[in-house]
């Protein structure tokens, strides 16, 4: 569904490729290009989609987020749940804007740090791959700093979303590697699967990537609450 919004705006399709990029590389460090392989196709097949597949893979999407506000309901022991039109807007806005900020955010960068004026983008380019690199770590806070302000039906202060996110990051760059390191020396997965290895590498790797959002999501929610209770003048609690 987000390469699907950003083919609509052709003016950015070189730093559509690198956002495409960025995601792919951190879905799975290790694998990296065959797993990207199969999304390549899924996003492109996405693109010719008819309106009711389109349809019933945006309801899959918004599903999905519905899942994840719940479990951060349950995190920050939020008890009513936003109403349904409320949901749709917070899930269609991340969908559709979230993608489009952050091809401007690699694009406007670009030129600020790298372009000289009046030379062509070359998107092949070591500046291309440097900005790439740079800003992995930044975007990946973005994206859980989002999920931690946006998500809980409640009011959060900017501070413990800061730290919340800052952790999430360092904690994910660091599985990360280790799990790269972890899957390129050890070939037990291909003995065992052959050919279809990274399926079950896959699955793993996202379900430590939901493990290193929830650990976030859990210090946000015990800082906010802690700053929450030293506001009201009360003792902040010892734990959830």
């Known amino acids: 569904v987000t390469f699907y919004v950003l083919a609509l705006f052709p003016a950015f399709s070189d730093w559509t490729s690198v956002l495409e990029g960025f995601v792919y590389s951190n879905l799975m460090p290790a694998a ?127 501070r413990p979303v800061i730290i919340g996110a800052l952790i999430s990051t360092v904690l994910l760059e660091v599985i990360k590697r280790v799990f790269a390191w972890y899957v390129s020396s050890f070939e037990l997965y291909q003995v065992i699967y052959g050919a279809l290895w990274t399926i079950p590498v896959f699955f793993i790797w996202v379900l430590f990537f939901w493990y290193v959002t929830l ?15 030293e506001e009201a003048g009360v003792d902040k609690p010892n734990g959830r």
Request: aromatic share 14%; net charge neutral.
């Open 32 to 158: 990296g290009d065959q797993v990207s392989a199969y999304l390549y196709d899924f996003a492109d097949q996405a693109h010719s989609l008819p309106t009711l597949g389109l349809t019933g893979l945006l309801v899959s999407v918004l599903f999905l987020l519905s899942t994840i506000e719940d479990a951060f309901n349950d995190i920050w022991r939020v008890r009513k749940g936003r109403s349904l039109g409320r949901r749709l807007a917070v899930y269609l806005t991340m969908i559709g804007v979230g993608p489009v900020i952050a091809v401007i955010v690699f694009w406007a960068a670009y030129h600020l740090l790298y372009l000289p004026q009046g030379q062509a983008i070359p998107a092949a380019s070591y500046a291309y791959g440097q900005l790439f690199t740079g800003f992995s770590g930044l975007i990946e806070f973005g994206g859980f700093a989002v999920l931690y302000r946006v998500l809980p039906n409640c009011s959060i202060p900017y």
């Open 215 to 229: 650990f976030g999501a859990c210090v946000t929610a015990q800082l906010s609450v802690g700053k929450q209770a």
